[in-house]
């Protein structure tokens, strides 16, 4: 009775992408063998609708209206210079705020210049700081493991930097519950 049970969980097809022989599938641990049903359901996960149609058309209707206005308008050397301070405004508060301050606690920082960092952060339109943060964490906490780091960059560039946003992982779904744990 147990070999003919065994025989037909090896027939059973197994979410795998080496197609080992069922002999071979049979010595699996069960870890090994869940690993292999994660990697399935990562690669079966969803498309976040979203933040894809918003990361493809910012740069198209970027690149079609800013040269279309300065084509158009006459941009004075204040514009720029409000431009280029939101700019070094946004790329401090990320980095100073919510990576070093919030994400490592690496320095205290008085309550107006956090509340300057924060106000920085959320222009740059990364999210909140709380989803910054935990996702930030939760990639130091599991660093290079394919399946646990949100942004893994053992996926590939893209994936590490662009890709984990648009589709809704498991890993990046778990954040904020890794977080609270």
Known sequence: MRKKAQMA???QPVA???YAKAS??????A????????????????INWIPAAILVATPIAAAVITPWYLWTHEVSAPVWGVFGAFMVWTGI?????????LSHRAYKAHPIVKNFL??????AVQGSAFDWVSG?????RHVDDRLDDPYSAQRGFWFSHIGWMLRN?????LIIKTFLI
């Open 93 to 101: 508060s990320i980095t100073a705020g919510y990576h070093r301050l």
């Open 136 to 140: 930030h964490r939760t990639h130091h």
């Open 9 to 11: 969980l090896d027939e």
């Open 118 to 123: 924060l106000l920085g952060s959320t222009l």
């Open 24 to 29: 071979e599938q049979a010595d699996l641990s």
């Open 16 to 18: 795998k992408r080496n």
């Open 31 to 46: 870890q090994e063998q869940s690993i292999d049903m994660r990697e399935f359901e990562f690669t079966k996960a969803p």
């Open 169 to 173: 992982y498991l890993a990046v779904n």
